[in-house]
């Protein structure tokens, strides 16, 4: 059924023996060459090239008509190390704590104060199979929701749930979600005993002051490799510890917009107490017994997250085409590509970036001007993101605004390189993330001359896709591959290969039309990247070990 409604979809976006005017090779040349012009200083996120080219391609969707998501059209996030500020703080009753062993906000918390009483909500949790619902009989309504990680029994092998295998609403984005839609003003989180339990709140490894990871391992990377490879890269030590640290901060994204700190074991269990329960009983009976037991706690809460101004600002550009059918308007197919490139050499050589990623830039502008004119059924939101370079800032912090709420997008498209593709080839990556996926790239092919390569993973965790994937979201990915100009002041746009770039822009754009057509896709860990199992340390790309306890998706 599914197939043979996208076949019929393809088929209204016939071709013909020439490509619209978007895609058209000389249009894509333009618009590139533009983009990648020495004006445009590389293009570094924050600085006055990156802001510039935002700008331009703002003015660029404003023209054809697309409709700014939230209260803008540019959506700006810290691109540098976020630091928690002195103005922090958690108050219980007359008692007030600085962020520290005992309570630390979430890295993707947003700022801001909130007050009012206490809920315990348990896990947070409701299922059918088996049954239980953490929210029957309590009101969250303007209050704090006090809720544990993880599930029942979870630390079981034979846990009726899912066995050790963490059910998707145990993550702590859809736990937060649960209590904002309740009417929660704010919610403090906190591990559940047992055996995977930390010692103090989590989070530590994530925030500089108390982090041993920033303050020891990271610089010590840098300092470690050779200078001649940092230079190649166009990064210092000072970049590359903060890459790696901007990727730990961004993940688990909340897409919140009410405070999430952690607490420490030993300030959880004083809350319990304050209600005369102790919260080692409370976890052993509702494992034994599987019936949830929620309650209010005589305490008031002031919770106050602050962060310093960032010393390097990115910006996201998001904008939307609604969608026309019915309900599934309601549903976004997510198109995306980075502007941002690595600025200028110390010689002041520009490192223009026109494939990396000029050309998906470029690309993204293209469909939306095709896609104006022709309007699909689901909502199509276009994307281009900011601090990709500095590690997939724009993304995790799109994901951490909540700007589309994660439960909406039915898929995201990522493009990223495509202008050299070889002996056109295109890596196409994610198929295996929900089924369907590989059927309808395969269709969308139909009869371009392009070689659709399903095996290249070598840029799963690269590109914008991979927050997505974390959060559950099916992606595709497109990208050509890396050359012997990628990340060097010879990416030019007289290099681009422009016939295939136009082949590959068609190709997204009947990629697309199948994501709007098709029925709701249920994400599959195909890649098994998720890690999802209780005890199970995070999939990090950062080189330094990190607890399962201290996994801010939970």
């Known amino acids: 059924m599914v197939l043979s409604l996208l076949a019929l979809a393809f088929a209204t976006l016939s071709f013909a023996q020439e490509a619209p005017a978007p895609f058209q090779p000389d249009a894509l040349r333009l618009d590139l060459e533009y983009l990648s012009c020495d004006a445009f200083q590389g293009r570094k996120s924050g600085e006055f090239g990156g802001k510039a080219a935002g700008r331009w391609l703002q003015t660029r969707f404003q023209a054809l008509g697309l409709q700014p998501v939230g209260d803008s059209w540019l959506h700006p996030f810290a691109s540098s ?25 979430h890295p993707s918390s947003p700022e801001g104060l909130a007050t009012g009483e206490l809920v315990f909500a348990g896990y947070a949790l409701q299922n059918d199979h088996p049954a239980w619902d953490d929210f029957a009989g309590i009101s969250l309504e303007g209050k704090f929701a006090l809720i544990l990680r ?36 704010g919610v403090l989180v906190a591990d559940a005993p047992g055996p995977s339990a930390g010692t103090s709140a989590a989070g530590a490894p994530f925030w500089p002051a108390h ?8 610089p010590g990377l840098g300092q470690m490799m050779p200078p001649e490879e940092l230079a190649a890269t166009n990064f210092n030590t000072t970049d590359v510890a903060n890459q790696l640290f901007g990727m730990m ?73 609604p969608g026309t059918a019915g309900e599934t308007q309601n549903e976004v197919v997510l198109i995306t590509a980075h502007y941002d490139h690595v600025g200028m050499g110390k010689s002041g050589e520009v490192w223009n970036g026109a494939d990396d990623n000029g050309s998906g830039a470029t690309a993204l502008l293209a469909l939306a001007k095709y896609f104006v004119h022709h309007p699909q059924p689901r909502t199509l939101v276009f ?43 295109v890596s196409v990556v994610g198929t295996k993330s929900a089924d ?37 979201i099916p992606i595709l990915f497109l990208n050509t591959a890396e050359h012997e100009d990628y990340h060097t002041p010879n ?64």
């Open 491 to 554: 990416d030019d746009a007289d290099r681009v290969l422009y016939e295939d770039m136009s082949l590959i822009c068609q190709l997204a754009a009947r990629m697309t039309v199948g994501l709007a057509h098709q029925d709701r896709l249920i994400f599959q860990d195909g890649y098994n990247r998720r890690r999802s199992g209780y005890g199970m340390p995070p999939n990090s790309m950062v080189p330094w070990p990190i607890p399962f306890h201290q996994r801010m998706e939970y």
């Open 150 to 185: 993880w599930e029942p029994q979870a630390e079981q092998p034979d846990s009726l749930f899912l066995g050790k295998e963490l059910l998707p609403a145990s993550r702590l984005a859809a736990k937060v979600w649960a209590c904002e839609q309740r009417g929660a003003i």
């Open 383 to 425: 994307c281009a993101f900011d601090g990709e370079e500095l590690g997939l800032l724009g993304a995790n912090r799109f994901l951490g605004q909540g700007l589309v709420s994660a439960k909406s997008i039915h898929a995201m498209l990522n493009i990223d390189m495509i202008g050299r593709a070889k002996d056109h080839t």
């Open 81 to 105: 190390p976020l630091f928690i500020s002195s103005q922090t703080f958690l108050s219980i009753g007359e008692k007030t704590f600085s962020a520290g062993k005992d309570f630390l906000p």
């Open 436 to 472: 369907g996926l590989r059927e309808l790239a395969e269709q969308a092919k139909g009869e371009l001359p392009l070689t659709l390569d399903f095996n290249a993973e070598e840029f799963f965790d690269r590109s914008d896709q991979a927050p997505f994937y974390f959060e559950g």
């Open 211 to 218: 982090s041993e990871i920033f303050q020891r391992v990271l």
């Open 249 to 321: 901060q961004g993940a688990g994204p909340l897409g919140s917009s009410i405070p999430v700190a952690y607490l420490s074991p030993r300030m959880a269990r004083a809350l319990f107490n304050k209600a005369a329960n102790n919260l080692t009983a409370w976890v052993k009976q509702t494992n034994q017994t599987l019936q949830p037991d929620s309650f209010p706690i005589p305490v008031s809460i002031h919770l106050q997250v602050d962060f310093d101004p960032p010393s390097r600002e990115g910006r996201n550009l998001v904008a939307a085409l």
